[in-house]
């Protein structure tokens, strides 16, 4: 496992020394500079990462690899930069984010400059074009109705877990769906093969949010970049929440209702140790990763070694 | 003229109805309603209308035709959608702008997805997709560079007309000369032909956008959805402010300095009229429209008189 995990590292280190050679022009400042930040600002390059492993076991050339795996990681880079403007996140990664560093024109227009280099580099790609951007935009516009949902969720008391999954199949789940699936599409992959890996990295990336939710509740503001009581206060749903809130639906109103504000993260936490939340989280999470590990169960003759020690690694993580 | 002109208005209604058929899900309502009232919104549709024309030169078949000039047409859709928040403007085509409608969040992740669906029916195409694809990518970009020197010109009174007509060669002209190129391009064109075709559209983009703001100082709030003296309060260049500043320094910011809020606008006027600045206005965007013409003439073989009669129509246009 540890040699895996410098394995990883290496791909991770890889991916960006590519992001920092991408050809980023000096001026329009007001463009360039902010798209410079961002994109080398850091990040895990999990669904980069995803998409090497994917590639890997199907031998796929290593330039193709890499263009993909980068439209992908330029893709989810578009959608931190909007979404951290509409929910107002100050810090990503341990950095001020571009809209608080600069301004919220900025960041729109660093965003939307992103998404077409993204589209940019992945049609430099010369095998299965067109596939390749029919499967990028389609999952680009289920992201954005996945952060759509999000948005209509913060506040509503009413939002139950099916929602929820939902949700994040959408804004999660597609894309590391679609960095698992965009190398057998390059491949020329069957329709049954490209839909089981898609369906791998979907259930990953759900249970890969629902484990990122429970460890938000035990980070601090400087390694995740934000706190669990700012998103309560903000009315966002966290699968926590929503299990706390269907099972036991008055306690926990009077507990965000009368907690005073510097007890509020305090007694949230307790509420969800006294009350088995957290294995509950703890136990979807793990049926996510092992569905995932499934849909790798039907790949005859691929090595899929790499792909399961992923798996692990994820389901590990601590941070 | 006259019907030529119905013509036009025959091509406009075609692009209106297929915007209105463009299959737009109900839900996700945060991301779909501000989508389907943004692209059913109205506006000139000239930049389809000229897809349409360059086509027609050609012979291209009229269902790529269609699914360019709507990819085209969203795609400027997309970039108002998101320059209206970042220039606080709340009329558009005499309605609400998102942001206005709703908010600055909602409109974000619309022009995102409108972009999206912009590239999701470009990919429809079956032939050249990935030239096509590659082109439209680059005008995106080119154009995120215009509205980037757009707002890093604002308040700088050292821009001169070289600067500004970079500035909407890139925001303006470079959408005009990809509404051109993109039939061309479709229609396996040599090199030359595109730029040819680019280099006609960018030069009618010049003199579309000079006599715009030309335009915007006889016109009132009901028909132009913004005014020229918010627009020179946020410190917007427009090609007249140029020229004011650059021959007449000391008058021009007296005027802007001295004048009471409801006397600015008339005195501007009056300027821009005793300095001759309306008429040299006049005689760049002609400038322009003459070399976009010229440029047409370099088209052995091809039957230019309809875009010829657009360039005509667009020179005269009052509104």
New interface residues.
């Given amino acids: 496992m540890e040699d895996f995990a410098s394995f990883i590292d290496s791909i991770r280190l890889n991916v960006n020394k590519y992001l920092k050679k991408i050809s980023i022009p000096d001026t329009?400042?007001?463009?360039?500079d902010p798209i410079r930040y961002s994109i080398r600002n850091g990040g895990k390059r999990f669904r980069p990462i995803l998409t090497h492993l994917s590639g890997r076991a199907n031998n796929i050339d290593s330039d193709a690899l890499m263009n993909l795996s980068i439209a992908v990681e330029l893709l989810h880079n578009f959608t931190l930069v909007?979404d951290d403007?509409?929910d107002n996140d100050t810090i990503r990664h341990g950095k001020q984010t571009i809209h608080e560093k600069w301004d919220?024109?900025?960041a729109?227009?660093a965003?939307?400059?992103i998404?077409?280099?993204a589209?940019?580099i992945l049609?430099e790609i010369?095998s299965n074009?067109?596939l390749l951007?029919?499967y990028f935009?389609?999952t680009?516009?289920e992201i954005?109705?996945g952060?759509?949902?999000d948005?209509?969720f913060e506040n509503d008391h009413d939002i139950d877990r099916k929602m929820y999954f939902d949700m994040i199949n959408k804004k999660t789940g597609s894309l590391l769906g679609a960095s698992a699936a965009l190398p057998i599409i390059y491949n020329d992959g069957s329709e049954e093969q490209v839909y089981i890996y898609e369906q791998f990295g979907r259930n990953l990336g759900m249970g890969f949010q629902i484990h990122d939710d429970l460890l938000e509740i035990t980070a601090d503001t400087e390694t995740m970049g934000k706190s669990l009581g700012s998103d309560i206060y903000e009315g966002k749903q966290t699968i926590m929440v929503i299990l706390a809130r269907e099972s036991y639906p008055d306690q926990w109103r009077d507990l965000l209702n009368l907690s005073e504000n510097n007890e509020l993260i305090k007694n949230i936490y307790n509420f969800f140790e006294e009350k088995n939340i957290i294995q509950e989280t703890r136990s979807i999470s793990d049926a996510y990763f092992k569905a995932s590990l499934n849909f790798l169960k039907k790949l005859d003759g691929i090595n899929t070694e790499e792909l399961v020690q992923l798996v692990h690694l994820i389901e590990k993580r601590t941070f």
């Fill in positions: 329009p400042r007001y463009l360039y909007h403007i509409m919220s024109s900025t729109i227009l965003g939307d400059g998404y077409t280099i589209q940019i049609n010369s074009s067109v951007s029919k935009n389609k680009t516009l954005c109705e952060q759509a949902l948005k209509e």
